[in-house]
């Protein structure tokens, strides 16, 4: 573990640990970030007192499989948030969002951040983390909450140690792509939406149905209304009513 003041990202301190040679099980956290950034390459607001996290992975697995550490990542931040809950005996509904964000209440707490590159012939991914512990932003899209929001007086530190033993749980489970059966099915028990109407945003256009499943690639199987399926790498999902479902 490696814990900085203040970064750029914690994602590029973990690519430039691989460049230098790391062999990988590196985490490295920061109090601050001045460059951090989101999915589809959009901005990330850091505030000082959240959970800037990233883990540096040599996953010796199918290229084709390293997408889905991304379902991985994510039930490990969500057990830690059980785990969190049970602690102040609150009783808090939590959910995962296609494809990256852990929800709390409906709102988005946590994003997580999957890049992956090569470095002198090895694949390496890397799993950025940001958890809103203290505060969050207020003018988003999707709305946002934070763990002090609904009365959980838990620092960056504390949810860390909760989430590393957790992603190792859930990485071991994941196999190196083996058990990514698993994975999805315990993700899909926890997600929002599944076999409700949603409308994903795509970079061109919108496409709304119903939401099935996701896929062995971590897609999104978008059921529409005359009966065909539409598989979805990247979007921005939002939920519907049923009257909007078209």
């Known amino acids: 573990m490696r814990e900085l003041v203040e970064t750029g990202s914690t994602n590029t301190e973990c690519l430039n640990a691989a460049m230098a040679g790391d062999p990988g099980s590196l985490w490295i956290r920061a109090r601050m970030q001045t460059e951090?950034?989101?999915?589809?390459?959009?901005?990330?607001?850091?505030?000082?007192?959240?959970?800037?996290?990233?883990?540096?992975?040599?996953?010796?697995?199918?290229?084709?499989?390293?997408?889905?550490?991304?379902?991985?990542?994510?039930?490990?931040?969500?057990?830690?948030?059980?785990?969190?809950?049970?602690?102040?005996?609150?009783?808090?509904?939590?959910?995962?969002?296609?494809?990256?964000?852990?929800?709390?209440?409906?709102?988005?707490?946590?994003?997580?951040?999957?890049?992956?590159h090569e470095i002198s012939g090895n694949r390496i991914v890397i799993v950025g983390i940001g958890l809103n512990c203290f505060s969050h932003p207020r003018e988003t899209a999707f709305p946002a909450t934070s763990l002090m929001e609904h009365g959980m007086n838990a620092s960056a530190g504390e949810m860390l140690d909760r989430i590393v033993p957790l992603m190792d749980h859930w990485l071991g489970i994941w196999a190196r792509g083996e058990g990514f059966p698993a994975v999805r099915e315990a993700w899909t028990s926890r997600a929002k939406g599944i076999g409700h109407p949603i409308a994903a945003k795509l970079q061109d256009r919108e496409s709304t149905g119903i939401f099935e499943a996701i896929d062995d690639a971590g897609r999104l199987v978008l059921r529409k209304k005359d009966g065909s399926k539409e598989l979805i790498s990247v979007a921005d999902v939002f939920y519907l009513n049923s009257a909007k479902t078209g």
Not at 102 to 111: H, Q, S, T
């Open 36 to 116: 951090a950034r989101g999915s589809r390459g959009r901005g990330w607001t850091s505030y000082e007192g959240n959970l800037f996290a990233s883990y540096l992975l040599l996953p010796q697995a199918p290229t084709g499989s390293l997408g889905q550490i991304t379902f991985v990542a994510a039930l490990a931040v969500y057990d830690a948030l059980v785990q969190q809950i049970a602690k102040h005996g609150t009783e808090l509904q939590i959910q995962l969002k296609w494809p990256n964000d852990v929800l709390l209440e409906g709102r988005k707490v946590c994003g997580i951040l999957l890049e992956s």
